[in-house]
């Protein structure tokens, strides 16, 4: 039977276009993961790491965002979190694919995400009012479904709002889409004309911020892409395997032929193949 779309986010529809069956096994089936990259947990360490900053600074009654003087403010928070990832990696619950790699590494990342934040994004939101903290989209509808999708900060600041958004993972064709999907469900929930919408890739070198805003004809286009992604999805029998290397990270392997196959007959890839592992 074709599956019917309801809800679409930026990366539903990147585990689609990744393989039509790990779409299938996450969304529709909805099969239980059997394991997580530890990619994935560095990713959700450094989002609670930096949300759990944001709420201090609000329960603090703080109007704005005040000079952080202390840079080490993240390290409790990481110690605690790091801990149980330890404990999660030793049983099995989150995956260390890349075997040659120790779970040091991955630490050592979370702590350089959270240093370039210290250094490359909080001082600009000092003075910046806190609008909203790992905030949903709301009731925000686009081609008839529903738009799903949590912004990590929002912040205010004059008549401009700001959407913010950390990312670990690699740069991905895909970011402009999901800025797309998220400027324009800003727009709508915030009633504000004034929006920048920004992705910080914190484990990257250089120039870390990528800075979003659209002409409201994009909105149209956005809606027919999306209408076409859904007709095609819908209009699909069955939702075929396509088998890569990213079977390696797929928490479904274990119970998919074709990824089992696949698996079988080629290594993990290296560290320096581009991988998108649809993390944010
Ligand atoms: S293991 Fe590979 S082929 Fe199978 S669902 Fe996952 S990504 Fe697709």
């Not at 990312?167 to 999907?181: I, W």
């Not at 797929?250 to 649809?278: I, K, N, Q, R, T």
């Amino acid at each position: 039977m074709s599956p019917k779309v309801t809800r679409l986010s930026a990366t539903r529809i990147s585990t689609y276009e990744q393989c039509p069956k790990y779409y299938d096994f996450e969304y529709v089936t909805r099969e239980r993961r059997a394991f997580t990259p530890v990619e994935w947990e560095v990713g959700s360490i450094v989002h609670k790491a930096l949300a759990q900053l944001f709420e201090q600074v609000r329960d603090r009654h703080r109007a704005t965002v005040p000079k952080i003087g202390n840079a080490a403010w993240h390290k409790p928070v990481v110690e605690r979190l790091a801990e149980t990832l330890r404990q999660s990696v030793q049983s099995g619950e989150v995956r260390i694919i890349r075997q040659e790699v120790q779970l040091e590494h991955y630490l050592q990342q979370i702590d350089s995400a959270i240093a370039k934040f210290n250094t490359k994004v909080l001082p600009s939101l000092v003075e910046h009012k806190v609008a909203g903290i790992e905030a949903d989209l709301g009731k925000y509808t686009l081609a008839g479904v529903e738009i799903v999708g949590r912004i990590d900060l929002v912040t205010m600041q004059g008549a401009n709002v700001y959407v913010h958004d950390w990312k670990t993972g690699k740069r991905r064709k895909e970011d402009e889409r999901q800025a797309k999907l998220y400027y324009f469900g800003c727009l709508a929930k915030y009633s504000r004309s004034l929006i920048t919408y920004r992705l910080y890739h914190l484990l990257e070198e250089g120039d870390i911020t990528e800075t979003y805003a659209f002409p409201q004809d994009a909105k149209a286009r956005l809606e027919e892409e999306l209408k076409a992604f859904i007709a095609q999805v819908e209009g699909t029998q069955a939702l075929q395997a396509k088998p890569s290397v990213l079977c390696y990270w797929c928490p479904h392997g274990s119970h998919c032929p074709e990824g089992s196959s696949f698996m079988a007959e080629h290594s993990v890839p290296s560290p320096e193949m581009v991988l998108d592992l649809g993390i944010s």
